[in-house]
């Protein structure tokens, strides 16, 4: 070998472990960034925690709800709902085992939203203790279940007759 076959050999073995040490970086790089986020998703995860209380154990717990982030459930009292129609922000009461608490919302209710139904309030228990909601949620009445067909509508073959169609 001579002297300059020496030197392009030299040179190619010290790019090749100059490239081989900028991925070996970047993987360390990588793994590092994916354990930081995971880590940061799981202690923001615990700090935000929601508790989830009927409406009766939530009166029970008295003022250690307060300045909390809780998810209510209950019944809206009836003649409780205060607030003008077409305007945001209602103010109502939701009920359980004979306790309640009063809910304000300051977006649009639900067009399901009404007296008598129970709802799902989440939000801040504020030092009225008052729950200022961010998201209310009406249960589904059992209504929009579906019922069971009473007959086969005529304009569409049952699947024998479709078979037989196709023969």
Not at 4 to 19: D, F, G, M
Request: net charge negative; hydrophobic share 35%.
């Amino acid at each position: 070998m001579t002297q300059e076959n020496t030197t392009q050999h030299a040179e190619a073995l010290e790019e090749l472990n100059a490239e081989e040490r900028g991925l070996g970086i970047g993987w360390v790089v990588a793994i590092l960034l994916a354990v930081g986020m995971v880590g940061y998703m799981l202690f923001d995860g615990f700090k935000s925690e929601t508790y989830f209380f009927e409406v009766d154990k939530a009166v029970s717990e008295g003022s250690a709800l307060i300045g909390k982030e809780v998810r209510l459930k209950g019944v809206v009292e009836p003649g409780s709902v205060e607030g003008k129609d077409g305007v945001l922000g209602k103010r109502f009461r939701i009920a359980e085992k004979g306790k309640s608490i009063q809910v304000y919302y300051d977006k649009a209710l639900p067009d399901t939203f009404q007296e008598g139904m129970e709802v799902v309030a989440q939000g801040t228990v504020d030092g009225d203790y008052v729950l200022q909601a961010n998201e209310v949620v009406v249960k589904c009445p059992s209504r929009y279940e579906g019922a069971p067909p009473t007959s086969h509508p005529k304009d569409i073959p049952r699947g024998d007759e479709q078979a037989s169609l196709q023969k």
